[in-house]
Nanobody, 116 residues
Framework: QVQLVESGGGLVQPGGSLRLSCAASGFTFSYYTMSWYRQAPGKERELVASITRGGGTLNYADSVKGRFTISRVNANNTLYLQMNSLKPEDTAVYYC?????????WGQGTQVTVSS
C-alpha cells in the first residue's frame, strides 16, 4: 500500500522557518522524482519544488527560490522541504508528490499558515 505522509506544518510568523517532511512507503522511493506542491484557498495547486531520483537536479518555483530548499534521503524514504523567510503568501496546504512513468502518488497534505 502506497503512503506519503506529510508532517511539520503549522502556524509561523512572517520571516520564520518550518521544515516539512514526507515519509514514503509502499513503493521504491529512489526510483521516483519527488516534489512539493501547495494549494492556497481559492487557488489552483502549484508546483513548489522538485528533486530527481538521485537528488542531482532541483527545480523551484520563482516565488520560493532562495528561500526554500528541497532535499531527500533515499535510505530513509523521506523527502524534506526547508522553508525560510516565510511570507503570508506562502500560506497553503503543502502536498508531497511522487512520480515516474506511471501514475503519480499524493500525500494528504499539511497546513502551513504564515501570520502575525
Amino acid at each position: 500500500q502506497v503512503q506519503l505522509v506529510e508532517s511539520g506544518g503549522g502556524l509561523v510568523q512572517p520571516g520564520g522557518s518550518l521544515r516539512l517532511s514526507c515519509a514514503a512507503s509502499g513503493f521504491t522511493f529512489s526510483y521516483y522524482t519527488m516534489s512539493w506542491y501547495r494549494q492556497a484557498p481559492g487557488k489552483e495547486r502549484e508546483l513548489v519544488a522538485s528533486i530527481t531520483r538521485g537528488g542531482g537536479t532541483l527545480n523551484y518555483a520563482d516565488s520560493v527560490k532562495g528561500r526554500f530548499t528541497i532535499s531527500r534521503v533515499n535510505a530513509n524514504n523521506t523527502l524534506y522541504l526547508q522553508m525560510n523567510s516565510l511570507k503570508p503568501e506562502d500560506t497553503a496546504v503543502y502536498y508531497c508528490n511522487a512520480r515516474t512513468l506511471g501514475p503519480a502518488y499524493w500525500g494528504q497534505g499539511t497546513q502551513v499558515t504564515v501570520s502575525s
